[in-house]
């Protein structure tokens, strides 16, 4: 099973800073099968990044993904007030398709 | 738009069936190759996901929970299940459906579209 350890647990910003979120994982995940999520309170996840850094529809473009191998970056560029929330990754290569604990996102 | 919606009972005995629907609209289910997942997630905490299906009926569960579930999918109904047996209070959790990516005519897991997902209690 691949895991993944997100850091920092928690980023505390302001608005209009940028934001570097790390996904690490214990083996190789091949061919950048690795997604991010964000997750607001009382809501469902969504799929922002697929394929480490394609933006999924409608996403908008301060969200950007990096990475290959095992170290993956989610950056947000220059925060907006809805942009504050719980963050995961994803892979979705090898069974169990595992995520990552999260990343929260908090007002400074 | 493809919508899913989940239902089923919000709260299950301890050693009991936990057994819920993910309905399935703007689409049908059966067109397409798609990946349908079940994931969960219990309170303050991460996800977790449970297991997929896909068109054909061919599934792919997490091992951690391989012996007690089992979904399945039917495209008259244009819905899939999840079943899963002998839950504890461990089992407690938001329990979402999802249907994976489509790129380029290809399927991947990974959930692009997730119902708004029903919190399920196991307790006596």
């Known amino acids: 099973e691949i895991v993944l350890t997100q850091s920092p647990g928690t980023l505390s910003l302001s608005p209009g800073e940028r934001a570097t979120l790390s996904c690490r994982a214990s083996?190789?995940?091949?061919?950048?099968?690795l997604a991010w999520y964000q997750q607001k309170p009382g809501q469902a996840p969504r799929l922002l990044i697929y394929?480490?850094?394609s933006r999924a529809t409608g996403i908008p473009d301060r969200f950007s993904g990096s990475g290959s191998g095992t170290d993956f970056t989610l950056t947000i560029s220059r925060l907006e007030p809805e942009d504050f929330a719980v963050y995961y990754c994803q892979q979705y290569r090898s069974s169990p398709f595992t995520f990552g604990g999260g990343t929260k996102v908090e007002i400074k | 738009q493809v919508q899913l919606q989940e239902s089923g009972p919000g709260l299950v005995k301890p050693s009991q069936t936990l057994s819920l629907t993910c309905t399935v609209s703007g689409g049908s289910i059966s067109i397409g190759s798609y990946y349908w997942s079940w994931i969960r997630q219990p309170a303050g905490k991460g996800l977790e996901w449970i297991g997929r299906?896909?068109?054909?009926?061919?599934?792919n569960y997490n091992p951690s929970l391989k012996s007690r579930v089992t979904i399945s999918v039917d495209t008259s109904k244009n819905q899939f299940s999840l079943k899963l047996s002998s839950v504890t209070a461990a089992d407690t959790a938001v329990y979402y459906c999802?249907?994976?990516?489509?790129?380029?005519?290809?399927?991947?897991?990974?959930?692009?579209?997730w119902g708004q997902g029903t919190l399920v209690t196991v307790s006596s």
């Open positions: 394929g480490a850094s």
């Open positions: 999802a249907r994976g990516l489509y790129i380029n005519y290809v399927p991947y897991v990974a959930p692009a579209y």
């Open positions: 299906i896909d068109t054909s009926g061919s599934t």
């Open positions: 083996q190789r995940v091949s061919s950048s099968y």
